[in-house]
């Protein structure tokens, strides 16, 4: 098992996982450049494989293991975009998964575990409730955890999306991304500081979810309190093998409002013709709450999903 993770890691995950995904495009927009002053770059993970990034992250550790490994299955526990991944990549490779999910999971989410053939398990809406859950699973069947975000073979497949940015827009000041457990985070820092090291990375997160914020600013991992976010995406705490590289490599945690985050997914729903899910509004949340200066920046934004639920969005009235 890998001590770290490297840009290297992240190459070798891009040539392996490159049949089993999507290179998803870059869009940009004049309308909502003209609002920043900026140029803003959106890399849309939403029309990934099961609709998110975690597609890569999944595949990669799936293909990673050996016969022996893979061979009793694997498991895990997600709130939905990670489980759907992984049990999509357990199909392709023909092994069984076993999916811990909270039983507030957004149905669109359970589903799509569903429809990638995953046996799911649900269990109580919290981080306690999940690992317990999935330690059982473990005991019982002897698969193998694949972790949603702690896991340096799931870094490397997600930072294979800020390798695809960089080659698609390339000489970017800035890349936001959000941050829930850190996979994300790790591999898009990582892969952009070792492809451009003049580079900032700056991670976004719900301010009713801000434990990332706070454990970079103490220096310490400090637990999320429970927390009912619309982000269901970055309710988790942080890896303690992502932190580590969180400081070494990222510049800079923001927080947004709740509003802030609706108000960030409506309009690009409106604007750029396309769906994501709250998850992935955050970073541009950030820029209009003008957390973060991008006038004259060339700015890549990671759109990480667009799994909703569309009888539930949050501008409709009840």
């Not at 995904?21 to 003209?34: E, F, K, Q």
């Not at 022996?68 to 490779?93: I, Q, Y």
Request: glycine share 8%.
């Amino acid at each position: 098992m890998n001590a770290t993770l490297t840009l290297a890691d992240i190459r070798a995950a891009h040539a392996r996982i490159a049949d089993k995904i999507h290179r998803t495009p870059v869009l940009t927009s004049a309308t909502l450049d003209g609002l920043c002053g900026g140029q803003l770059f959106f890399k849309c993970e939403n029309f990934q494989k099961i609709g998110a990034f975690k597609a890569r992250g999944a595949a990669n550790a799936v293909f990673s293991l050996s016969d022996a490994e893979a061979a009793a299955g694997v498991a895990t526990h997600s709130s939905g975009n990670h489980a759907a991944a992984l049990a999509r990549a357990a199909r392709l490779r023909g092994i069984a998964a076993h999916i811990v999910m909270p039983t507030n999971a957004p149905k669109a989410k359970v589903d799509s575990v569903r429809r990638n053939g995953g046996r799911i398990i649900f269990c109580e809406p919290n981080v306690a409730a999940r690992e317990a859950a999935c330690a059982q699973v473990i005991a019982e069947t002897g698969a193998r955890l694949i972790h949603p975000y702690n896991d340096f073979a799931v870094m490397a497949g997600q930072g294979t999306a800020a390798l695809e940015l960089l080659e698609q827009a390339p000489a970017l000041d800035l890349i936001l991304a959000p941050v829930g457990g850190g996979g994300l985070l790790c591999g898009t820092a990582v892969a952009a500081k070792g492809m451009r090291p003049g580079i900032r990375v700056i991670a976004t997160e719900p301010a009713a979810a801000d434990d990332a914020a706070r454990s970079f600013a103490a220096g310490k991992i400090m637990p999320v309190a429970p927390t009912l976010t619309i982000a269901d995406g970055l309710r988790a705490t942080l890896g303690e093998r992502n932190f580590p590289l969180i400081q070494q490599h990222v510049d800079g945690i923001v927080t947004v409002s709740e509003e802030s985050i609706v108000a960030a997914m409506r309009r690009i729903w409106e604007v750029l013709k396309i769906i994501i899910e709250p998850s992935c509004a955050v970073p541009y949340a950030a820029i209009l709450e003008n957390k973060i200066d991008v006038t004259g920046q060339r700015v890549g934004l990671i759109l990480t999903g667009g799994n909703v639920d569309l009888d539930a969005l949050p501008w409709l009235k009840p």
